[in-house]
């Protein structure tokens, strides 16, 4: 069965900084390219990042660009999402989901920007 | 970047209804399209993608059309389940957009 776990949420101030994992498990990770989406409370989803199979490779929504970095681990099952210079607007749950377009999801991680 | 321009943004509708809800897309992205439906408090779920291919294990009386820049999702026959919000997905180039959902209510 494909799985998919995040965690890493939580409650940061303004400026800070997170990082986000996925666990993947029944499938085989290293063959599929990854994504993180959010979605803001109330709101609806927004693409973020990508990357490829083997990593050499990622695209970002411009909101995020330069603040976010995402990464995989192949060896341990893991798809990463560092979280840096955080605002506001970045508070939403962020999902991690297999493959375009995205056919299994995690159940997501909440991230909440306030002081 | 393609904008993805969803309608209804909500929609009324009576159990046994059919209803049909449209994206369209600001270039042309072939038939790089999905089809999610989510529900309050859950992952989204895939029902369709490329366009008008059915996710395994969705049931029939969902169906999408479309290429190039317009697509619909029709859903045949209303059921109690399937009350819920609605996204398209268009993953052609990045970055990947979605339609700003439709949200599917009863009446």
């Known amino acids: 069965e494909v799985q998919l776990v995040e965690s890493g949420g939580g409650l940061v101030q303004p400026g800070g900084s997170l990082r986000l994992s996925c666990a993947a498990s029944?499938?085989?990770?290293?063959?599929?390219?990854m994504h993180w989406v959010r979605q803001a409370p109330g709101k609806g989803l927004v693409w973020v990042s990508r990357?490829?199979?083997?990593?050499?490779?990622?695209s970002y929504a411009d909101s995020v660009k330069g603040r976010f970095t995402i990464s995989r681990d192949n060896a341990k099952n893991t798809l990463y999402l560092q979280l840096s210079s955080l605002r506001a607007e970045d508070t939403a749950v962020y999902y991690c989901?297999?493959?375009?377009?995205?056919?299994?999801w995690g159940q997501g991680t909440l991230v909440t920007v306030s002081s | 970047d393609i904008q993805m321009t969803q309608s209804p943004s909500s929609l009324s509708a009576s159990v046994g209804d059919r209803v049909t809800i449209t994206c369209r897309a600001s270039?042309?992205?072939?038939?790089?399209l999905g089809w999610y439906q989510q529900k309050p408090g859950k992952a989204p779920k895939r029902l369709i993608y490329?366009?008008?291919s059915l996710q395994s294990g969705v049931p029939s009386r969902f169906s999408g059309s479309g290429s190039g820049t317009e697509f619909t999702l029709t859903i045949s026959s209303l059921q109690p389940e399937d009350f819920a919000t609605y996204y398209c997905?268009?993953?052609?180039?990045?970055?990947?957009?979605f339609g700003q959902g439709t949200k599917l209510e009863i009446k």
């Open positions: 490329a366009a008008s």
């Open positions: 270039q042309g992205i072939r038939n790089d």
């Open positions: 997905l268009q993953h052609n180039s990045y970055p990947h957009t």
């Open positions: 029944g499938f085989t990770f290293s063959s599929y390219w």
């Open positions: 989901a297999r493959g375009s377009p995205s056919d299994y």
């Open positions: 990357i490829n199979s083997d990593g050499s490779s990622t």
